[in-house]
């Protein structure tokens, strides 16, 4: 039996110099899903009309006019205003379906987060945004895995930090656009973003 190919991180982590939290997702959808060239692309992902939702009160904001894809600019101009890094936790995996679905995404190399943390000293916060990446930041930051839309308070580096588990903003997750954006309202309000 072959195994599927190995897939590379096609983007750039986004790290602006001030940024407070880190959102960490597992891995991009297959580029034929994507509507703009940045995180969290598919038009049925729910995470910019979350927090479209929760900072405009317009979930449609980050939408361009003809609402078939997110605007990118929108999007960047907003995370850096905020002090938003995102990244994932995986930098190449094997899809073993052909779809989206972090069940069958293989984590063939995981991202260096303590790397990432380090070009952030201002991050006091992680985000995890579904199980599959939960799961690869615990291997390596051996933090207890918080309850979904709570928090697991550790220390790196001498700082202490708090990792959050947010429901994924995929579509696949059954729970209603405003009970997924109630619990990221919660966690940008603990960090004073909102």
Not at 84 to 100: C, G, K, M, Y
């Amino acid at each position: 039996m072959n195994l599927p190919l190995i897939e590379n991180h096609p983007l750039e982590p986004f790290l602006p110099h001030n940024a407070r939290l880190l959102m960490l997702g597992s891995f991009p959808p297959q580029k034929k899903r994507w509507s703009m060239d940045f995180y969290y692309p598919n038009l049925n992902n729910d995470m910019w009309r979350i927090i479209g939702l929760l900072f405009f009160e317009n979930k449609d904001y980050f939408l361009q006019p003809d609402k078939k894809s997110f605007c990118r600019e929108r999007i960047i101009t907003f995370l850096t205003d905020k002090g938003i890094a995102i990244f994932d936790t995986a930098i190449s995996v094997r899809r073993l379906q052909d779809n989206a679905s972090d069940k069958f995404l293989e984590v063939v190399q995981s991202t260096d987060i303590t790397k990432i943390l380090h070009q952030l000293p201002s991050c006091r916060a992680i985000v995890t945004t579904g199980q599959k990446a939960t799961d690869t930041i615990r291997t390596q930051l051996l933090v207890e895995e918080p309850k979904v839309g709570d928090f697991t308070e550790f220390v790196f580096d001498k700082h202490p930090m708090r990792l959050y588990r947010m429901p994924s903003s995929s579509r696949a997750y059954p729970l209603a656009l405003d009970k997924k954006a109630a619990f990221y309202r919660i966690m940008f309000q603990d960090l004073q973003m909102l």
